[in-house]
C-alpha cells in the first residue's frame, strides 16, 4: 500500500509565474516531503495554471490533518485552488445498473483484482437480473422497490447511499436522473455513452451510428452534469465497423468498448488524477 | 497494367435468392470471363443484395461496348441494377484545393508514385499559392478569376471541367458548393472534413471538438450532397488528442489524418470499390 | 438459432477458373439452398482459391449426412479440400487456465451473453484459484492431480477431456503442452501469447518489451503447433504504452489487449470463418 | 518565434529526494526565468529521476552563454547530467536517401509548412531519384560519386556533412552504415525501419512479415547505433492488414505508416523532447 498524497491544483497564470513551482516545490523540502510525481499544463486560453503533485507522506512532518492550516498562507497570495487527497485512502463506491451486465461485471472482476483501488459498498439497480454477480463478489444488492416511479427510485437511491459514498459509476443505467439527484453527486458520479459524443447523443446511439453509416463507433466516459450527455468528457474511443456490420454487431463491439473506457475513467478518478474546468478534462496519465 | 472488368450490382434479396450468383457466375464461365474477385453483402434491414464481381478480359468473348446488350436478359428478371467500369480506363480527375495544400500535396505524390490509377486533368483554385506544386507536377492550374464570387466562380469551374472530369476531388477546398453544382457531380465529387462526423459539422470544427474537450479528433471523406457534411460516408478515421494539445496541434495532428482518409477514399472511388445506396457506402475491399 | 451450413474450401487456380464458382452456385441452387453469403479469396503467391460459403438449410433437398455422396462428383475435378459445418452445431469446448484469471473471466462472460455460440464443457487448471468462478458459470472444473509432472498431467487431461471436445481454449494456461498433445488437437486448439508475435516469443513477453523500450505492447492469439509461439496467427491487437508505464502498468494494459484478442478468436473459430494454409489464416470476417 | 530555453536533465533518485525539484525551482526565479512547462519522470528500476523544463527567456537575467558557469554550483551536489537547448536556434539537418521518396517528400512539405522547426541544409543519396523534389524546395542535392563503394561513399558523406550537420535523417536510405560513420553521429541520426521492431529485424520486413501472417505491420523510427535494428526507439505504430493485402498492399499501407512515424521522430528530437539512458527513450510529449 503506497503512503503518499496527492495534490491537484489550479492558479492563475500572471501568479504562477511568479514562482509557484517553486514556492511548493520548497514547501514540500521544508517538510520534508519527498516529491515523487509532478506533472503540470499551462492551459494558455484561460490563463490557467493547472498541477498535480505526489509526495511520499513517510516523514512528511505536517500531520495530514492540518495540511490546510500550513498551506493556506502559501496557497492564497497565488489564488490556489486545490484539492488534497490521500492514496492509502479507499474511497466508497457504488454501482447503478440496469439490464446489461458487461459493464458490471467487468468492473466486479478488475476490483478483485485489485485494479481498481476502492470498496464497492453496493450495487443498485432497477432491473433483478444483476443480483447473482453481485452476490458472487460479496457486494451488497439492492433493487429498486418501484423502479418505474422515477421520482420515488431516485429519493429511494439517495435514501440507500447516505452520506458516504464517493463515487457512483453508472454502469449502463439506462434511466435519466433527475436535476436533484446529479446535483448532489456532481463531479463524483461517471456515465458511460455508447457512443463517440458529441454524436449520437441521447438514445440508441448503436441504431443512430447504423443509420449514419458511420465507418467508426464510439464510448465515451464523462462526468454527469444535467445538461444529457453533455458534462465533462474524461475518456472515449473508437473501434472500426463496416457495412457487414448490423445494429447487433454493433452493440457487441461496443461492448467491449464500454467496458474498457468506463474502467479507465473510474481507474484515473480513484487515482485522482482527473481536474476539470470549464467542462473539460485534464487527465494527468 | 490489369485488363479486367469490375461489375458492381445490386438486386432486392428475394430475387437474389432464386440464384442470382449461379446465374452470374454461368454467364461468365459461359462467355470465358475468368472471376478473379467476388465480394457480397446482404442487408438484411433493406432486404438487398449487394455485389462486386471482377473478371480476366483476358479471352472474355463479348465485346465490351455490347455488354449491356448481352447482360440485360439475365438482369432484368433479377431486377439488377449495374454499373461495368473497366479498370484499363484511366479516369480523369480535377482537384479543387484552396490554401491548404497538405491533401494536394499528398495526392499529386501518391499519383506520383502509380499509388492512384487516374489522370489528374486540372487543379482549381481561389488562391494562387498551389500554383509551384501544381506545376512541379505538371498539372494545369486554374486560378478563379473572381473568387469573391461564388455564383461566377461555379459557372467558371463547370466551364473549366468540360464534359470530361469523371472526378472532382475536394481537397480543402473551402467554399460551400451550390446545388446546382453539386448535381452535376453527384456521387462524383468527393470531399474531406476535418472531424469525425456527424460529430462537429459546419466550420472550424477543430475548434469546435476543443472546446468540448474530446479525446479523439477524426476527419471524413464522404461524397457531396446538397445537405451540408451530411453526404454518404466512405472513411474515417481518428487521433487520440490530450489536453496538451491546443487548437494548433488538433490542426497539425489532424492534417495528417486528413491525407490519409482523403486518400484512402479517392482511391476506392477510383478501383470502383465503393456502392451506394440510401445515403449509405459498402466498400468492398 | 439460424439453421444454416458454411463451407470453408479451397481449390488450385487454374481448375477454379473453369468455373468453379459457377459449379457451387449451381449445384446449391439446384438442390434448393439459398445463399447467404459468399466471401472469396485468391492467394495468387501460392495459386489458391479459398472461399467461404454459407447457405439457408431451410428447404435444401440434401440430407446434411449424405452431403459428401452429392458434392464429390464437383468437388473432385476442381481438387476441391473442403470442410463443412452446421451452424446449429454447438461444438464443445475445454478451457486450460493457470492463475491468471482474466481470459477465464471474460470467456465464461461472454459464453453467459450469448456472445459465443458453443458449449463450455470443462474447465481444466494446474492451480485451485479459478474454482469459484467455474462454479458460479456452472462449468464442471478439474484440478490437475499432481500439476507438476507435466507428461502425467497431460495424460490427465487427455483422459480428461476424452472424445468429444471440439476445441481446447488454452486463456493463459501457463505450461508448453508436449507435441504428444498438441498432435491430437491440432488447428483445434487456440491460444493467447501476450505480445505482438514474432516480437518476444517466449517466456515474459511484457518485460522484455519494458527492457526494449517498445512503445507499443501486443497480444496474439494464434493455433498451437509444436513449434512454440509458432503456430497460424488468428488475431493480434496492440495498445500504446510509454515510459511512464512500468511493467506491472504494461501487464495491466495487456489484460485489456488479451482477453478481447482471445475473444475474437474464439468466436472466429466457432463460426467456421478460419480457413489455415500453409501456416497462415484467412479469416473471412 | 518562441524565446525560450529547454533543460532536459537527469539525476539518482536517493538525490533527486533531497530537493532537486525545489532547487531547480528557485534558480528559475531567482534569475526571473518563467517556468513555462516542467514534465519529469521517475524510473524507479534505475532509480533515476528525468525531467524536461521549459522557460521563458524574456527577462532571463544570465547571458545564456554563461549558462553552465551559473548552473553548476546547483548540479553538481545533485550529480545531475543536463542538456541545455534554446528554441529560437533552428538545427541544421542533413537527409539520407535512397530511391523510395515518400519519406522525403513527406519531411520537406512539413518543412514547408513549418511543422519543422530546422533547415535542411542537404540532401544526400545514392540515387539521382530525388533530384528533382530537391530542386523543387532548394534544397542542395548530392548524388554520391561512387555509390556501390561503401567506404569511399562514407567517406564522401562526411566530408559533405562537415562539422555543422546537427542532426541526420536516414528517410529510407537502403544502407547499413559502417561503426565509424555511426560513430560520429551518435544520438544524432534517425532511422525509420519498416515494422514493428523488433519483429523483422534486417531486410525486407514487408515480406517477413507476409510469410509469418501477422495481422498489423508496423514502422520504427530510432536512433541509430551499430547494432543493426536495435537503436533507442523513439516512436512506433501499427496498421491492420488482412489476407486481402499482398506484399505490394503492405508496402503501400507502410509507406503512410513510415511517413508519420518518421516525421513525428524528427519533430521531437527538433523540439528537443527526447532523453535517451540506457537505449531507451524517454519521450516528453
Redesign the interface.
Known sequence: MKNTAVLLLSTPMPLA???V??AI??F??AHNG????????????RDLFLSRLEWDLEGFDIPISDFDHYFKPLAEPFHIKYHLALTDYRPKVAILVSAY??CL?DLL?RHS?G?LACDIVMIISNHPTAK?MAD?YRVPFHLLTNPKDKRESEREMLELLGQDVDLIVLARYMQILGPHFVAQYLLRMINIHHS?????IGAKPYHQAFE?????I?ATSHYVTTALDEG??I????VRV???D?VEDMV?KGR?LER?VLSRAVRWHLENRILVYQ?????F?
Open positions: 509565474r511568479k514562482g513551482v517553486a516545490s520548497e514540500l523540502v519527498s516529491l515523487l510525481h509532478s506533472d503540470d499544463h499551462l492551459d494558455s486560453g451486465q458487461h461485471a472482476f483484482t485494479e447473482p458472487f463517440f459524443l458529441p454524436a449520437f449514419r453509416g458511420v465507418k467508426l464510439g465533462p468528457i475518456e472515449q474511443d473508437v463496416s457495412h457487414r448490423t457487441g467491449d474498457i467542462n473539460k478534462t485534464v487527465v496519465v
